[in-house]
């Protein structure tokens, strides 16, 4: 018996692997022409918003780049005692902490509320015996992480720290999730928000009359204050009712005269009911690893025994922390590191087809040379500075340039890319629109070159034997290498 | 070797699950901003064809609403004796049984023929000792199915009852199965059929020399009576070596005048090799069940021992009857029932990418305020009426009206709405672009509301701690809702 | 414990036979009405470029037939002797083996050197004790061969013959791996080679900007010489850098001053690590058989192990031969035979979803009349001549002609296709846009008529039972016929 199972459950493992590879990963052309880049540019954000607790600022979703990726990219800064509002996204996010800590608080459809008050003494509602408050899981996340959305996932944040968080959100608008069409759509739940992509992708191209639709609206927002929360669309009396509460109940929800924007501070602090943080990051993290396992048995004990599909949703995993040093996938005590989260060790990335690399360059220090296989890169600086090469299909530099703090870049797939920091040091996330984004080094002991027959590199190169050799084997180093040099301030290329 | 073997199941199964939920839905982007609609409409059937033995309506698929939902919508009445002539469209279809009764016959590809005649003595024919009639498997159709076709499956349908067979069919144009456009495309294999959807899209948009084709058609068509079923294209010699039979049968084939339409009547009745229906349809269902069971013991093991996947295709079940109270998914003895069909109560969904629920609202009842997380709905009224309004990302009301009797309305993904009935009551039928399409409610018990804490509510929307506790707890039903008024008539929303 | 167990696979594998039926295919939408396809053309190449060591034809994949497939295609003559360079594309390929033979090295990323070098003495380079030159796996190809590429994945190819090496090379625009727009982009990693598609489609339609683009870089190579490999884009100094070479070997990566274009001719011969060819064709087969099996059960082995992903990419077989008429799935000693390669004989096509049958019809032999369900086909005549006719959904015929050696024709999905070869036979390869594409055959032993109950055929053609018998059984064969007449040439349809 146990042998043919064996066999099987090989091939079923074999096949899925098989399946994941050749499942569908986007459904990505948003017209035709999308990607005929002339240049790329590092940019900052084109638009921002004051709002009571914080700062949204958003790229330009138009922007070639950004269009032929299929993203749109934000920047918000929460204040301390900050909350952003609950709301949900047409398409799935990844959501990177840069600065701060806080909690975040999702809504799984269905889900059961597993964080409970000890005691309570309000004793209010219609409800009988509700003294103590009860609702869905939360997590705490802090810099470094990286935190996974699914499209149409309802979920609010707050600032529970004393510094500002500071998060860079990728929306992966032409992921397959989406059915809608290419314009990232934020859904609010509560308040009077702003709109976070005023240059929406409507503007451009074939919407004649979704510019209209925008300019009316800009115009209602400005004279009329209307409000924009998904309830202010309901009649009073509909929310009324799904509710059972009074008409100033439902009024509130609509919340017709608030202006304190998607971001809003909190009076007082927010009583959450959550588990307390170690005091200890070291034995928190140990917990954590330990809790996470327990969870993966459970899930794997329940999905096995009674389909337990809700079970698994609802216990998901959403957070991987990527800015740990000592975690790190690539280390060159000379040159830097480099962490991945992928669909392996974050499997909710399987579903939402998307992953990310945080990597530190040391000063001075190179990147190899190297093309993304099957994903579009979008690239985030989080501290320092590095000079940065880009180059196309006919071998044209179309980015050569230096990258600065704060600035986002595209780079497409198959796009071969260099990177040097400067003398600071360079320390980036770069989102990757698939779960198993994979990338092919040109240079180095894991490289192209290395595979190449030296005879083959000879005729190919037009060089001697000895050459081919020299080429093939000087860069003993992986994919980030010393230089003997500083960084080069490249010649424009023609 | 059990426990790491249950594990490695386990394991298998939830990357199973990743698996399911990580599968690309649709490649649906029709083009950029498809999906920038300021009203929806209930809408009824824009276009009618009578035929002889049956009515063709069809939604016209040009409509801004059902190109951002990437679908095309067709309603046929098929007279008693009357046969849908055997055709396959380019995408895949969910076909619900509004009123009636039926046969339907459907043709995979290297299937066996498994429905043989007892005994019969035409004897005709050039083949030796083929005394009796043999055909794959035919499908018993009833009020309440919802039957799902594979694109390009070829399949015909015929009322055997007594009262007119009406069915609403969903054209899933935007579905990865289909890799023509987007254009509804249907495949007749006999007959001299009309036109479905004559207002074809091709008539819009880009295609100046698609409108001439389509005129040029129609010209044709009308002057000189030119046939289109399939074989109509080849030459009448080719047909007669491919079917070995003589010209005149050839040119039958062709069907050259031949004006019965695409529905036509049968003389006599149409005699069918099959199993008789039970009398008691409660022994049937019993037996159904019991047959269902067997059958998938037999596909499972067949699968696993020899590969077997003809197998699994050729007996994979096609039909889930949602029409029935007594299998209600929610039910309320006060607000009404809902019943879902989707990937996982009707496998072939996972394949189609496609799902649906009917729901009866008992009169004034209401349907929680809720969106769909990731798919587009297509509401088809079955009977009654009821006040319906839709919101979208700005908080804008795109719907508030009526839903009738035999009006469609699409709720695009995200978009949240919320449905009352009339004094009448309300049943409809809502097709989802999605094998698992999920719902998120926004009151009740299982909602958004109970999800979030209480400080997070009083926060958001400044209210008291009082307040919000009312506000999460008062509606304590899951997704029907009683109400104490009447429908509501809400007044216009700006 | 083993029941159940048993059970759980088998659903295990059930789950994973509907997953991969499930699975989105294409993100295939080029635009609306991509497929309005008034005529098809059997085409031959539109264009050639002469290099050093052979030739490169390309298609215009502007063609609306082209274009309605989501497929680029390509001709490659190599001459003995001749190194087609190394080089990556956007979206995965199909490469079939008209004539000749040769060698295929692939780069995967992280994966070992696994050939060597008996013992060689050069002993040069920075690397200490680096005796022995080290690559990745090389394939053996010839006549015959279907290769599967993934999109990026980086290869170069040899032809160690001496008859020139033939080549026809599909590339699958609209594959999900392929993020980029709907262009075909090859990226060389050396050389100084042509363009391959100069018609891209880039001219055509929205593309102003593009065509700038085009023109602009056609100058500025005829004018200036520029070179257009990848390096070519890297300043010098970080091309030193990266590979640690001096400043003349980092010019001789970007190949100013080559001329060869993108096949080169190698001086002498190419001095390969690689295990000898067998002398014997029948003893090769017959070990490579045995060396596949070991290979599987040893990748079963590590997957279900130590996670083993790696493992199984590396070894994973890229390569089938289909032209080995001892190997034909379908057999018909009068008709000819068909054979045909998919995602269940060669499993990497299952992540590519791409499929391909070779098929060689005999003198005035007819393939029955048929439509692909789920995949466009391209075919590609390899040798002969055979009469063909193509139908759509308004039956109306949009080919009748001939198709000749070297030519290609586009079959879209579902539309209906007869072919039936002259005198002197025909052979071709016929693509398919799907790893499981599955056929419908219209007449014969396994066709959509034998599926039918004979009354449903005279009621829907308006003939008697007698004539249904006939039209359904007078054609025994499967789906190769012998014809009674020779090719026909048929009138034209209006």
Redesign the interface.
Known sequence: ??KP????????????????????????????????L?RLEAREPDHKRECEGGLLESWDPNHEQFQ???VALLRLTIQPNG?H??S?T?APQLVHIIRGRGVL?T?????A?T?EESQRG?G????PG?QR????K?HHIREGDIIAL?????Y?S?NDGDQPLVTVNLVHV?N????????P???????NPH?EFPQS??QQ???R??EE?QRR?EE?KEQ?G??????????V???Q?????DSE?AR??Q?QN?FRGSI?R??DR????RPPRSRQEQEHETRRQELRQAEREH???Q??RDNG?EE?VCTMRLRENIGDPARADVFSPQAGRLRTVN??NL??L????LSAERGFLYSNA?Y??H??????GIIYVIRGRARC??????????F?GELRQGQALTV???F?I?K?AENEGFEWVSFK???RA???????R???????????IA?????S???A????????EASL?T???QS?R??V??
């Not at 399987?350 to 087809?353: A, K, R, S, V």
């Not at 090469?389 to 179309?398: L, Y």
């Not at 994979?438 to 180095?444: D, H, P, R, T």
């Not at 005729?459 to 060089?463: A, F, P, V």
């Open positions: 018996m146990a199972l064996f066999l099987s459950l090989s091939l079923c493992l074999i096949l899925l692997f098989h399946g994941c590879l050749a499942r569908s990963r986007t459904a990505q052309y948003q017209s035709q022409n999308a990607c005929q002339n032929c990726a299929g909350l509002l609950p949900y047409n608080g809504i799984f459809p269905g889900c509320e964080f309000l209010g509602g219609g409800q509700s408050d009860q609702h869905q939360l699914p499209a149409g996932l309802a609010w707050y032409s397959s999730d989406n059915q809608l069409d290419l314009e759509r934020r859904f609010y739940l509560a308040g709109d992708r409507i191209g074939q919407g009359r979704s639709r609206r209602e009329q209307l409000p924009n929360n998904i309830f202010s669309g309901f009649s009396r509909y929310i009712e799904a509710f059972n509460v109940t509130r929800i919340n608030d809003i909190v009076k927010l009583d959450l009911v899930s794997r004990r999905s096995s599909m698994t669909g392996y499997p909710i399987n579903w939402l087809q190179m190899s040379p093309y993304n296989i099957n994903a579009h090469q880009v180059v196309d299909d006919f071998g044209r530099s179309v050569d497409p797939q198959n071969a260099v040097q629109t698939n779960d994979k990338v092919s080094q040109l240079a180095g894991i490289s192209y070159i290395w595979a190449l027959p030296e005879d083959v005729n190919s190169y037009q060089i034997r000895e050459q050799r020299r080429l093939k084997y000087n860069r003993q290498f230089t003997s040099h080069i490249p010649a290329t023609a």
